[in-house]
Each structure stands twice: as C-alpha cells, then as structure tokens.
C-alpha cells in the first residue's frame, strides 16, 4: 500500500509542475492548460509562435533588488510592446550564461540583450546569435565591448565615469579615507567603480571585498569589523543597495561617523537618503536597462531601425540626494527605480 | 514487476530472479527514469528542446556538471565526499591561466602541470582525511575556503583584477581548445565535453565493475574495517578516489577556461553540491558502498535538461530555483519507489 502512495505522490507532482509550468509560462494560454492538467499540446505552442515577436534577455543577474527593477523593466517593455520576453539569469557564473545564450540562439529569438560583465567569456556565444541573424544589444556591463562583440548599441552608464562621479562627491563633502565595498569577486566592472572612485576622491581608497548579497549577515559583521578595525576610514562607498542596508547597519554598529554613499537604489536606499542615514545614491536608472533594449530590439525588427549610432546608450549616472528622494521614493515603492 | 514471484529455494541467494527485477535493482535505473520523464516533459511543452541544436545545449550544460558527478560518484560509493571539488575547476582554470598569461609558458606545459598540481590537492585532502580520521566533509570544506580565498587573493595580486584573461592568445592555444573545448557537427555544435563526459563514465563503470579496484571501491565505502581485515588498502583506495576527483576538476576546469578564454576568480564556487546531487539522484547514498558512474550521469542529464528546459520554456526565472527542486525531487522519488518496489521483489 505504501508503494501505491508513493505512486499517487510522484504522479500527482508531475500533474502539478505540468499545470504550475504551463500557468507560469504565458498568460495566454494558462487557462485551458491548467483545466487540463497536463502539458501544453503541440498546437498551443505553434499558435504563439510566428505572430509573436519574441525577445531573449540573458543577464549575470543575482535576483537582488537591483536586477528585480531591471527585470520589470523588461517586463513593462515587453508589455507595451506587445512582444514575448524570455528573461534569464546566470547569477554571474559565465559558462551558464554562454550557455543560455546558445539556448537563446537554438530557440531563434527575434532579438538578444545580454549583460556583459565579462566579454571574453560569452564572445562565442553572442557571436553565433550575430551569425545567425539575431540583432544584439548589451545592457549594464559591456560598455567598452559592445562593438566588438557585434552588437547594436549598449545600454548602460560607464563604470569608471560613475565612480570618479561617486569619488568626486566624497571630496567635496571633505572626506579623508574611503572604503570601497566590493561583493562580487567576479565582476570586473565593480573593480572598475573603486578605481574611478580613487581617480574622483583624490585621497586614499582602500577595497574591501565582502560575502555578497546572498549572505547579508555576513556581509554586515564583515563591514563592521573593518570600520571598527580602522577608524581613520571617513566615508564608505557601497556598489549595491542591499549592501548599502547593510553598510548603514554596519557604520551604526560599529559607532562610526563615516559618511556612506551607495550605488542604485531601493526603497530602503531613498528612504536611509530621506531620512540623512546615506549621503547620495548614484542612480544608473536600470529599469530603462530593461526597458530600452527591449523596445530597441522590437523596433528593429518591426520597423528596421538601429539606435545609438554606433556608441552606447548611457542610462546614467545620476545622483539621487536628499533634495530629489521624495520624488523617487514613490517610484522606488512600485519597484521601477 | 512486483508480482515476480520468487520460487521458494534452500538458499535465498541462489534464487531465480526475473530479469525485470534484476534490472530495477540496478541503481541508475531511478535516475535513468527520471531523466526520460524530465525529456518528455521538456520535449512536449517546448519547442526548441527536442531539436538537435537544443540537445546540444543540454548535452553541453550536462557533460562538464557529468564529469565531476562521475568522480564525486566514485568518491561517494568510496564513502566520502569533497567539497573543493567545485571551487577546484576554478582553482586549477586560474592556475593554468596564470601558468600561460603571466609566466609565459605555452599552452602545453601548463595544463600539464595544473594536472599534476590537482592531483597534489587530492592527495592532500586524501591523506588529511585519512591522517586526521576526521569526517571528509569537515577537511575538504577547509579544503574549499582555502582554496576559494587562495582564487581571488592570487588573482588580484597578480592580474589588478578578479579574473584572468586573454589565453586566446597563448601559443597552443588553438591546439589544445580542439581536444578540450571545440565543437562537433557543425550546425548544431555539440561540445567535446560531451565526449570525455561519456569516456569518463564509460572508463568508470568498467573499473566499478570489472576490475578488483571497483570492488575495493565498494568494499571501502560499505565497510572499511571489514575491508581492511580482507586485505583491502583502504587508504590507498581513498587518497586515489580523492586524487581522482581532484584531476576531473582540473580537466573540467582546463575545459570552462579554454572555452571562455578567460577565468573568473570565483568559477565553480557552489557547485560542488550540484555534483553531490547528480550523484545521489543517480543512486548513490550519502553512507557509501553503494551507487553508479551511469546514474550520476543520468542525475547530471536531469540537471542539465532542467537548466536548459526552463531556458527554452520562457518561464519566470524568479521561480527556477523551485523548479529545479521539484524536478529534483520528483526525480529522487521515482528512483526510490523504483528501488523499493525491486527491493520489494526480492523478498
């Protein structure tokens, strides 16, 4: 009896992945496929194909707060433009990235926006999507690569640029010793924000690598730690707004004046800005980092057109203070900023 | 297949089992269910997977995760586990990397030498669990931070960034991505990972099954002391299967760098659970002594077609982690009814 239960248990799951994937796959066809219970027939699937334009984003993102604005950038876009988006994350591991790409690719989207925070890594694979005929846009990272690498445009801020910005800022407030955060070790242009920082700040910068989004704990003693280790350290300067949270924590905890700055936002972000907790936020305004490429790609398919004229589409950097956050803060609750 | 019916016979062992029986006992065969079920599934409701090109690319997700399952199988059934295993194919990447990019050697030299410096670490892991007699899973999770720290400390120090770059352009280069990280049949491009996924697998299942090593394999995993009386070199066995898992992590991590000709700092961190979980999948307990080469495989395919399938399906990525779990499971489950229901027959 206990082998028919189990059974009953294997089957009923493969019922309910069916009807959960089907109903999570398009919204156009979930109704009579969950009724049914099982997969979607081969017609449901033939009829959205070829009346549809259909637009691959393959990005490192990690899920955090930050590719979530992006991700509904994408999705808003999508929308409007009436186009199917098949949205993926490598959570910046490069071989699954290439990897989706070639997925992609095989799956002969209309169009491909990839991130490239390391454009040796998925050349390969966005080189076949150009061979084959796909227009390419790279999004966030890739600013220097973009042309090279065949694609159209590039949607994003320059890292170095938006670091000298930060660093520039931090001088002006008269700030003598920075600590740069890092917490991703693999992404190059985090490494390059710190280095316009130093080149911006004038004065001393010191790099500090922590755990990284997916351990905020962690990531917070591991700040504290360093501010209480050295308190000549006058300024922090986050890459991340789920580790700017957790670097106001840890300049609290650990009884610092240091001022802190962040780059881009979250709710919490505007909110620690309104209420004086972090000095500014350099805003590279990644919803239209979503947004655009899509709308780019669907333009160029439906009407030809290229945008950018060969150089990169910049999306920022902006600043956001104290005078503007109570404009963004409502945005940032709708999860668009 | 319960209804076989077992003669009553003086000796339990000499009964006549029905072939059917015997071939659920086996244990890939869980794994190799799972796996079609996963296939159909993936195959039906998209459109892309079941194309050439679309096998491609889940043989290409399957074949580097398959190699080290294939190891970590052997490790496992040798009744112990490594946890440097994943941040291992990134290590050995780097080595070689900064082997070719910084210290001038050719491409040649260098993979050699990575090869020689994983069997070192393997050999240190085996001995340090042996010496120490603590649980593998403590030394190699040291094993793991040290390395991890080693990776990006190195890195930085070295090359001012977080990965290194450029080995297109190291002589040898063009030679060694053709044995290593070029593709077959043109349109489709199938990777030659696949290839050395299938000889590895292939290479060990005859020794499981074969040779007196494999048995020594078993024997060391079921019961080492009862080992040790018949004359097993239980430490012997172990410092090999370490080394082992040590050498396919330099292979699979020689194979990710000369395919993206670059190295990130922090390749393959995470992964070494991905490993532990093809094997399982493909039946190998977490107690050792028992479990097989194919089945990891098959658990590497489930895992594979997974990562690919949902790709290909367009469904909301926020989800895929539970996804992932629930095709894990499902596929856990059915290899446990199937082994229940065959253990069910023998009795």
């Known amino acids: ?337 | 297949m319960s209804t076989t019916a077992v003669q009553p016979v003086a000796d339990e062992r000499l009964a006549n089992i029905g072939l059917g029986a015997r071939l659920l006992r086996r244990p890939e065969v869980g794994s190799l269910l799972g796996a079609l079920v996963i296939c159909v599934f993936f195959w039906v409701t998209t459109d892309s997977f079941g194309t050439l090109s679309g096998i491609a690319n889940w043989t290409d997700v399957a074949s580097t995760l398959g190699i080290m399952s294939v190891a970590v199988a052997l490790l496992m059934i040798g009744g112990e586990f490594d946890l440097s295993a994943g941040v291992m194919t990134g290590t050995t990447g780097l080595l070689m990397g900064l082997l070719t990019t910084e210290w001038g050697l050719s491409m040649w030299p260098a993979i050699v030498l990575t090869f020689v410096f994983a069997a070192g670490i393997g050999f240190l892991n085996g001995i340090m669990v042996i010496k120490t007699k603590l649980p593998s899973f403590i030394v190699t999770l040291a094993t793991f931070f040290v390395l991890q720290g080693i990776n990006l400390g190195v890195t930085k120090a070295i090359t001012g960034t977080v990965r290194v770059a450029g080995l297109g352009d190291v002589p040898g280069y063009d030679s060694a991505s053709k044995l290593f990280s070029s593709t077959l049949w043109a349109p489709h491009n199938f990777r030659i990972s696949v290839i050395w996924w299938i000889a590895i697998a292939a290479l060990a299942t005859w020794v499981l099954s074969r040779t007196r090593p494999g048995n020594w394999i078993f024997a060391v995993g079921g019961d080492p002391n009862a080992a040790r009386n018949v004359g097993v070199p239980v430490a012997r066995v172990k410092i090999a299967l370490f080394m082992t898992t040590s050498i396919c992590a330099a292979l699979v991590g020689i194979i990710v760098a000369l395919r993206l000709s670059s190295v990130q700092a922090g390749q393959g961190v995470g992964e070494e659970f991905t490993y532990i979980i093809a094997a399982v999948v493909g039946g190998c307990l977490l107690t050792g002594g028992y479990g097989s080469a194919i089945g990891a495989s098959f658990g590497a395919l489930i895992v594979g077609m997974a990562f690919i399938g949902i790709s290909f399906s367009g469904w909301n990525t926020d989800w895929r982690f539970l996804f992932l779990g629930v095709i894990l499971l499902l596929a856990v489950l059915v290899n446990n009814l199937v082994r229940h229901r065959a253990e069910g027959a023998r009795r």
Not at chain 1, 89 to 98: G, L, R
Not at chain 1, 237 to 256: E, F, H, T, W
Not at chain 1, 263 to 272: K, N
């Open chain 1, 1 to 337: 009896m206990r082998q028919l239960r189990y059974a009953l248990l294997a089957v009923l799951m493969v019922l309910g992945l069916a009807a959960f994937a089907a109903a999570c796959g398009g919204d156009d066809d979930g109704d009579d496929a969950s009724s049914e219970g099982a997969p979607t027939t081969k017609d449901d699937v033939d009829l959205t194909q070829g009346q549809d334009v259909t637009i691959a984003m393959v990005t490192h993102g990690d899920g955090g707060s930050f590719w979530a604005v992006a991700k509904k950038g994408a999705e808003d876009g999508a929308k409007q433009m009436g186009v199917t988006l098949k949205y993926s994350e490598s959570n910046n591991d490069p071989q699954k990235q290439a990897q989706m790409i070639d997925a992609a690719v095989t799956d002969k989207v209309d169009g491909l926006a990839v991130s490239a925070p390391n454009p040796d890594a998925i050349r390969d694979s966005v080189k076949k999507a150009v061979d084959a005929g796909i227009p390419v846009i790279t999004l966030n990272s890739g600013a220097e690569d973009f042309a090279d690498m065949g694609a159209m445009t590039h949607v994003g801020q320059t890292e170095t640029i938006a670091g000298e910005g930060a660093g520039a800022k931090f001088k002006e407030a008269g700030a003598k010793k920075l600590l740069c955060v890092i917490h991703e070790q693999s992404n190059i242009g985090l490494n390059q924000r710190c280095d316009g920082a130093k080149t911006g700040f004038g004065g001393e910068v010191e790099n500090l690598q922590v755990k990284g989004t997916d351990d905020i704990s962690t990531t917070l003693t591991e700040i504290q730690s360093k501010l209480q280790s050295d308190n000549s350290i006058d300024a922090v300067l986050a890459l991340n707004p789920d580790i700017a949270v957790a670097a106001r924590d840890a300049v609290k905890g650990a009884g610092s004046s240091a001022k802190l700055a962040t780059f881009d936002l979250s709710g919490d972000v505007v909110q620690a800005i309104q209420d004086g907790e972090i000095e500014f936020a350099v805003d590279q305004q990644q919803y239209l980092q979503g947004y655009l490429p899509v709308v780019f790609l669907t333009l160029n398919k439906t009407n030809a057109n290229t945008v950018g004229g060969g150089q990169p589409v910049l999306t920022g950097p902006g600043f956001v203070t104290k005078d503007n956050a109570e404009t963004v803060a409502q945005l940032a609750k709708d999860g668009t900023r």
